[in-house]
């Protein structure tokens, strides 16, 4: 049941981290995969090629603070796959910005990116969902978004919101058989999060914050999102899944 056979997905930020990982188990479970990337053509090439021994991977560049360039490669990618069964709203930025000093545009970047991008890109899917009758929407959140997090109080923002639009679509798009739900990740080891790593003390403080003693891997996100992707899954609706190897124990 954790098949994707002649299963569409659109995978968003899908060039590196959490998104790329998503990419190869997708891709590893057949399915036809479109992924986005911002800027790094060369690791979105690189994505592909090694996915082509096994899967099928295509990328698209698009700019997720563009409504324009998301609304038209969104109708490139629906007319070049037929259709989108799955979407994965990954696509997020994570900066630095102590409250009272962040500048309006570090706010709106952040925002833009993380909260209005995956609105854009998931308005322009839901008509082909709702024509199929059938839709899964998983959106990648954060620990951030329920909890707070000091210095990073524009990207804890547009998390908890995504957690907010996450339970109102699923409440609104549940009668077209589309299911809306949410991973929230806790610290994990990407791309994003290597500056802060380098520092092996902070690092190794943060895992002994973790029950389960380790800071998770981008594969330990991706396999809940294949889940709530899955027919086992299929009665699983407007739910926040915590992927955080219990460091924050919230519903």
């Known amino acids: 049941m954790l098949k994707f056979e002649n299963k569409a997905v659109l995978i968003t930020g899908g060039s590196r981290g959490i998104g790329a990982a998503c990419v190869e188990m997708f891709a590893k479970r057949h399915a036809n995969i479109a992924f986005t990337y911002r800027s790094d053509k060369a690791a979105a090439q690189a994505l592909s090629k ?28 629906i007319s070049d796959f037929g259709r989108i069964d799955i979407l994965v709203n990954n696509a997020g930025i994570w900066k630095y910005g102590a409250s009272d000093a962040m500048s309006l545009e570090q706010w709106n970047e952040t925002i833009r990116t993380n909260l209005t991008g995956t609105f854009l890109v998931t308005r322009a899917v839901i008509p082909i969902m709702k024509q199929n009758k059938f839709g899964r929407i998983i959106n990648i959140s954060s620990t951030a978004g329920q909890r707070g997090e000091a210095f990073h109080s524009h990207y804890a923002a547009s998390k908890g919101a995504i957690i907010s639009y996450t339970k109102s679509l699923a409440a609104e798009l549940g009668k077209f058989n589309i299911t809306t739900n949410c991973v929230a990740p806790g610290w994990v080891i990407t791309d994003m999060s290597a500056d802060v790593f380098s520092d092996e003390s902070y690092k190794k403080a943060v895992e002994n914050d973790i029950p389960l003693g380790r800071i998770a891997s981008a594969e330990d996100i991706a396999g809940p999102v294949l889940f709530l992707a899955s027919d086992l899954a299929r009665h699983i609706n407007g ?12 519903g």
Request: aromatic fraction near 8%.
């Open 50 to 77: 090694k996915i082509s021994a096994y899967g099928n991977a295509w990328p698209y560049q698009i700019d997720l603070e563009s409504e324009r360039d998301i609304n038209e490669k969104i109708e490139k990618i």
């Open 239 to 250: 739910e926040i899944l915590n992927v955080n190897g219990g460091s924050v124990l919230c």
